[in-house]
């Protein structure tokens, strides 16, 4: 599960995915990551009791990839930046908007304000998806020039979506069936993405009283978004976590944001956990989407997809509640299910499947 962060330059960008990713910056390049990309460990309290139920010796937490993404140039949503923009992106499952709330804006500088960034922003992401659905639209009707069907299900879908980024609209927005819902999928445009916005407040603005008008344009459009102060969490972040703690309540704030962000990208992609293990390990996993029993093994391993024949399954406040898998099968809440079975959130797996 990969994460973008997206934004214009200087937006705060590489301090958020430093901030999420726990890394300090970059003495040497402030501004640069040391690399775009970090795998992280999300942390689970379940998984600590699980470990103690089984007698773990390891605990393994699910990960998240997050990708700080090349900046964006500030062009007041000219669309020059389609095909780069396309690549930039590249296989992210999801991307953080970054919009820049702090800080004075420049007489010259071109979109004045957040509100304008995050209006530009979607503006530069509509304007790509258009031209690639367009592009093949051309692509399409130079091959039907010769065929005689002209009403390929692919071309009447492409035009409603054409029609329906013309009018500044997202993707995600977009009604479709499942088998159009297919036929998208292979372009995979950024506004068909879940979209999280983030406001990167001052630290004299943790309320965001000075975005008032982004936070509006983001609900207008029906994105979440959630206010940070990128800088202030990166320095609450480099404390040991005593201080911490005293920190973040004199700021009168709950939790670090990384938490929040984290949270944020799994309600945003329907993430949940499910979890597996042995004396060896307990570990936790995330899946997103399609989330069949099935599907859960084939994220462990592509064997366990293929030759999946059952799964025994305890949900973890069961095992929580009652302390061991004998309790469990003595007060018969462990199930027996077939593939096809939903995954929950706390799922303990144990999957039967042959080689
Ligand atoms: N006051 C304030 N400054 C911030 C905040 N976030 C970032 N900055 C500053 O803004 C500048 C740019 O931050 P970066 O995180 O490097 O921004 P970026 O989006 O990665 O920049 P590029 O990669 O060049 O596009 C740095 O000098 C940061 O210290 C913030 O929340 N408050
Ligand atoms: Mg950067």
Not at 66 to 72: G, I, K, N, S, Y
Not at 222 to 239: D, F, P, S, V
Request: charged share 30%; aromatic share 6%; glycine share 10%.
């Amino acid at each position: 599960m990969k994460v973008g962060f997206l934004g214009f330059p200087g937006s705060g960008k590489t301090t958020l995915f430093n901030v999420v990713t726990g890394r300090q910056p970059d003495a040497d390049q402030p501004g640069r990551p040391m690399s775009p990309v970090a795998v992280v460990r999300v942390p689970d309290d379940r998984l600590h009791r699980l470990a103690e139920i089984l007698r773990s010796e390891e605990i393994i937490q699910p990960e998240m990839t997050f990708v700080d993404l090349a900046p964006l140039h500030r062009d007041n949503g000219a669309g020059g930046q389609c095909d780069s923009l396309m690549k930039l992106v590249g296989d992210a499952a999801a991307l953080a908007l970054v919009i820049q709330c702090f800080g004075e804006f420049d007489a010259e500088g071109k979109p004045l304000g957040p509100a304008g960034d995050l209006e530009s922003l979607l503006l530069e992401m509509t304007i790509t998806d258009l031209t690639v659905v367009e592009g093949r639209l051309e692509r399409i009707e130079a091959e039907m020039k010769s065929a005689r069907d002209k009403s390929s299900a692919e071309r009447v879908v492409l035009q409603r979506v054409a029609e329906h980024l013309g009018e500044g609209k997202l993707v995600a927005d977009f009604e479709m069936s499942h088998e159009e819902a297919l036929i998208l999928r292979g372009f995979s445009l950024l506004t068909s993405k879940p979209l999280l916005v983030v406001l990167n407040v001052a630290e004299d603005d943790l309320e965001g009283a000075r975005c008032r008008g982004a936070a509006k344009v983001a609900e207008s459009m029906g994105l979440q978004y959630e206010i940070i102060a990128a800088t202030l969490e990166q320095e609450i972040a480099a404390l040991d976590e005593e201080m911490r703690d005293a920190f973040l309540a004199d700021y009168g704030l709950e939790r670090p944001a990384r938490d929040r962000f984290i949270r944020a990208c799994y309600d945003l992609l329907g993430v949940i956990t499910f979890f597996t293990g042995d004396h060896k390990e307990a570990h936790g996993w995330t899946i997103e989407g399609k989330r069949t029993v099935r599907d859960a093994g084939g994220k462990i391993h592509s064997d366990i997809y293929d030759g999946f024949i059952r799964a025994e399954i305890s949900p973890f406040a069961k095992l929580d509640e009652l302390g061991s898998f004998a309790a469990c099968r003595q007060a018969g809440v462990i199930r027996l299910e077939g593939r096809d079975y939903l995954t929950e959130d706390g799922d303990y797996l144990d999957i039967r499947f042959s080689r």
